[in-house]
């Protein structure tokens, strides 16, 4: 931003009755208040890569520390990521005692992903819904991911 530009902007800030703000909703909450996170898995554990796992253990990570701060949290698989419910709930997967801390905040998988990428039947022995609030045609329905983001959840994707 042009030095010039962002002189301007403070010296309006500090003049203003109420300080400048983003029409959306605010990112972080700086007062170590609660927050509301969405966390997307969506790697693919079939690739067998040690990023795959570094994704999924650092998408459940955050949950777990989220969830320790009293944070809103919200765990979803969507794309290839749909095949991860299967592997994490296997008491052998290095991941599995980190899922299932956070397991009471996996709110599903999205139904459309879990059918192209053949993971459906996994996905429902799992016990983790199959979401399908976003209708598309061509497909029996897909998670919503727009829904968090209207309703002013921090997104991140693993």
């Not at 061509?138 to 997104?155: C, D, F, H, K, P």
Request: with cysteine; net charge neutral; aromatic share 6%.
């Amino acid at each position: 931003m042009a030095p010039a530009l962002l002189y301007q902007l403070n010296t309006m800030a500090i003049h203003m009755e109420k300080p400048i703000t983003n029409h959306l909703s605010k990112p972080f909450n700086h007062q170590g208040g609660s927050m509301k996170t969405a966390i997307i898995v969506m790697s693919d554990p079939k690739n067998g890569s040690e990023e795959a796992l570094g994704r999924v253990f650092n998408a459940l990570a955050l949950a777990a520390e989220c969830k320790q701060k009293g944070d809103e949290v919200a765990v979803v698989f969507n794309g290839t990521g749909t095949r991860w419910p299967a592997e994490l709930t296997k008491l052998s997967h290095p991941a599995n005692g980190l899922y299932n801390a956070v397991r009471d905040v996996v709110q599903g998988a999205s139904c459309g992903c879990a059918d192209v990428f053949g993971a459906k039947e996994s996905v429902e022995s799992c016990g983790v819904p199959l979401k399908k609030d976003h209708a598309l045609a061509g497909t029996s329905g897909l998670l919503s991911l727009r829904r968090y983001v209207n309703e002013g959840w921090n997104t991140v994707v693993f």
